[in-house]
């Protein structure tokens, strides 16, 4: 009953405040009262009141962004995955990126079919307008291919020194690791689009391996297969 009592206490909560947003009493980008406040006017404990904000932030409703507060979220950008190559960035978006020298290591060594120890470069990219971040991708290179300058947003995806033979891309929903929750400002409820990409020049050696994250809320995938004059298909 205690339960039950508490979930439907946190309903209420969300109900009155998604009602408050669609109403426009809190605008896009509106910082939400602190949730001491919000506790303190339903007269619920800290924890129901999170439970409350989580289903909003579940819902695209509410961001919340870690030391600043629950913000009334913008409208989501969509973002389109463009399957069969290497997707350039949207212009109106900035592209942070990081680069680390690792070692190949499990799944790593499996995707590149590179021994365990490999030298490897990781460019760790997030995507981000002025608000918020839009998507993650860990791109893997070996060693002796990666750029020797980190490319910047302008120049990049970086351009392979290596003629490009097949990408094989593989794609699944599932939710956010919790690293990828944080870095994403998202739910760890809401799924992302997770796009495992690998390619391979004309030798058969496996040049890159991008693991991309992309928040379910506002992702789609697209495809596309085009025929010849002798209707044979070339995937795109």
Not at 22 to 34: E, I, M, Q, W
Not at 68 to 74: A, P, S
Not at 126 to 141: G, K, Q
Not at 191 to 206: F, K, M, P
Request: glycine share 6%; net charge positive.
């Amino acid at each position: 009953m205690v339960i039950s009592a508490v979930a439907s206490r946190r309903h209420v909560i969300a109900d009155d405040l998604r009602a408050q947003i669609s109403t426009g009493r809190f605008k896009a980008g509106d910082r939400l009262p602190s949730e001491a406040q919000l506790a303190a006017r339903y007269t619920v404990s800290t924890p129901t009141l999170r439970s409350a904000l989580a289903l909003l932030q579940a819902e695209g409703l509410v961001e919340k962004v870690h030391g600043k507060g629950n913000f009334v979220r913008l409208p989501l950008r969509t973002i389109k995955y463009i399957g069969g190559g290497l997707t350039p960035p949207t212009p109106a978006l900035q592209i942070s990126i990081r680069a680390t020298k690792i070692r190949a290591r499990g799944h790593l060594s499996t995707l590149l079919r590179v021994p365990a120890g490999s030298p490897l470069t990781e460019f760790h990219c997030l995507s981000h307008d002025d608000t918020s971040p839009h998507s993650l991708a860990r791109v893997y290179i070996p060693r002796d291919l990666a750029p020797a300058v980190i490319p910047d947003e302008s120049t990049w995806p970086a351009t392979m020194a290596t003629p490009l033979a097949e990408i094989e891309e593989r794609l699944c929903a599932r939710l956010p690791t919790p690293v990828e929750a944080a870095t994403l400002r998202i739910s760890p409820t809401l799924a992302v689009l997770a796009v495992t990409r690998v390619a391979t020049d004309t030798a058969g050696r496996v040049v890159e391996a991008a693991l991309l994250a992309l928040p379910g809320d506002r992702a789609e995938a697209v495809f596309a297969t085009h025929y010849t004059a002798d209707n044979r298909r070339v995937e795109r």
